[in-house]
T-cell receptor
Framework: GESVGLHLPTLSVQEGDNSIINCAYSNSASDYFIWYKQESGKGPQFIIDIRSNMDKRQGQRVTVLLNKTVKHLSLQIAATQPGDSAVYFCAENILTGGGNKLTFGTGTQLKVEL | GAGVSQSPSNKVTEKGKDVELRCDPISGHTALYWYRQSLGQGLEFLIYFQGNSAPDKSGLPSDRFSAERTGGSVSTLTIQRTQQEDSAVYLC????????????FGDGTRLSIL
């Protein structure tokens, strides 16, 4: 899961296994959540999103689960591949100054072992 | 353009110098966002623009930081009298309109202050 601090949590999985990355968010009023993947030297890349009126959403090989009761978000990656190795961030949408901004977690490093 | 473009990709400068970072959003995107990412950390929101207007500047770390956007397109983030703690990756994102999701990110400018 994610935590505040200088050292990224790391999840190591075998190629072909399923991965589950967890995230706790802070604002119960957040209406939208998003997962990004960031490879070294690159900007965050959108993976999947979910609105607060849903509890599950599926994409290609990825599923996001939202539990508003405990303010918990998870990203499941099926049949993890070496190309999935990256840092994964969850973010929540928060209203600010008449607009909105994304507040990001610290991130989880996913390492896929061959 | 096809994606968000940022320049320079890397910038090394001496403490006390001013730097200017540039962001070219996706064509037609009216909302533009700046974030900062320190080593091993998540993304920290700095400022957003809707058109040429920045309604919320509260995320800027100090008065040495400023940003502008002209013509509803290119934005520049300026850091005056740089300090070593300003070293980070500065990321820009854009979306069709403020509040639209997801935000699409550029690959960032890696700023190193000596």
């Amino acid at each position: 899961g994610e935590s505040v601090g200088l050292h990224l949590p790391t999840l190591s999985v075998q190629e072909g296994d399923n991965s589950i990355i967890n995230c706790a968010y802070s604002n119960s009023a957040s209406d939208y959540f998003i997962w990004y993947k960031q490879e070294s030297g690159k900007g965050p890349q959108f993976i999947i999103d979910i609105r607060s009126n849903m509890d599950k959403r599926q994409g290609q090989r990825v599923t996001v689960l939202l539990n508003k009761t405990v303010k918990h978000l998870s990203l499941q990656i099926a049949a993890t591949q070496p190309g999935d190795s990256a840092v994964y961030f969850c973010a929540e949408n928060i209203l600010t100054g008449g607009g909105n901004k994304l507040t990001f977690g610290t991130g989880t490093q996913l390492k896929v072992e061959l | 353009g096809a994606g968000v473009s940022q320049s320079p990709s890397n910038k090394v400068t001496e403490k006390g110098k001013d730097v200017e970072l540039r962001c070219d959003p996706i064509s037609g995107h009216t909302a533009l966002y700046w974030y900062r990412q320190s080593l091993g950390q998540g993304l920290e929101f700095l400022i957003y623009f809707q058109g040429n207007s920045a309604p919320d500047k509260s995320g800027l770390p100090s008065d040495r930081f400023s940003a502008e956007r002209t013509g509803g397109s290119v934005s520049t983030l300026t850091i005056q009298r740089t300090q070593q703690e300003d070293s980070a990756v500065y990321l820009c994102a854009s979306s069709l309109r403020q509040g639209d999701q997801p935000q699409h990110f550029g690959d960032g400018t890696r700023l190193s202050i000596l």
